[in-house]
């Protein structure tokens, strides 16, 4: 049983690149969430999704976007990548109708842009 | 809109005492719940404990327990007989009770044990 799997675990962009994070949940969680934590300011909504089909915006939505693809996998996508973005992004799923239970967290991608 | 506040960006703790780290929340709401999430230096976050809001008696998980206070909406974390296990980021989070409201975190606390 994996939980949640996120790739990569690291990356190096250029200032404009584009790329992809994948996301991927094996516990049948209906919510998937995206965050970004960055020192001093501890974990940030960048987007989530409440169920297959759906997506809302959190608390830092600018520069990204995301798809979710089934109830598996969520991804977000950096159109132009910016240094301001650098941060390390952490993918998460939970039961949809039971909020007193964990939510479960990837390992985290490192995302630097020079 | 719910904010979570760490005020200790930094605490430390001789090995096997007891550290207490704090957390305080705002909402309007009544129907909540709270966590605490430990992250070590390999990034993974680990859930160490949650408090349901409606329920009086504090949370324990063997040498973790918390004091929560839902009138002065505070949910600090007490560790006792500290191990340098422990030693890692501590974050606090609050998510309302309803279906898939997400969790609002503070800014964290990083918790260092002294040999």
């Known amino acids: 049983n994996a939980g949640v799997t996120q790739t990569p675990k690291f990356q190096v962009l250029k200032t404009g690149q584009s790329m992809t994070l994948q996301c991927a949940q094996d516990?049948?969680?209906?919510?998937m969430y995206w965050y970004r934590q960055d020192p001093g300011m501890g974990l940030r909504l960048i987007y989530y999704s409440a169920s297959e089909g759906t997506t809302d915006k959190g608390e830092v939505p600018n520069g990204y976007n995301v798809s979710r693809l089934n109830k598996r996998e969520f991804s977000l996508r950096l159109e132009s990548a910016a240094p301001s973005q650098t941060s390390v992004y952490f993918c998460?799923?939970?039961?949809?109708?039971?909020?007193?239970?964990?939510?479960?967290f990837g390992q985290g991608t490192r995302l630097t842009v020079v | 809109a719910q904010t979570v506040t760490q005020s200790q960006p930094e605490m430390s703790v001789q090995e096997a005492e007891t550290v207490t780290l704090s957390c305080t929340y705002d909402?309007?709401?009544?129907?909540?719940?709270l966590f605490w999430y430990k992250q070590p230096p390999s990034r993974q976050m680990i859930l160490v404990i949650r408090?349901?809001?409606?329920?009086?008696q504090n949370a324990t998980e063997n040498r973790f327990s918390v004091n929560f206070q839902k009138a002065a909406k505070s949910f600090s974390l007490k560790i006792s007989d500290s191990q340098l296990g422990d030693a890692a980021m501590y974050f606090c989070a609050y998510r309302r009770n309803f279906g898939n409201e997400k969790l609002t975190f503070g800014t964290g606390t990083r918790l260092t044990i002294i040999p």
């Open positions: 516990m049948n969680h209906n919510s």
């Open positions: 909402t309007s709401e009544s129907d909540y719940y």
């Open positions: 408090q349901e809001a409606y329920k009086q």
């Open positions: 998460a799923s939970s039961e949809r109708d039971r909020a007193g239970t964990e939510a479960f």
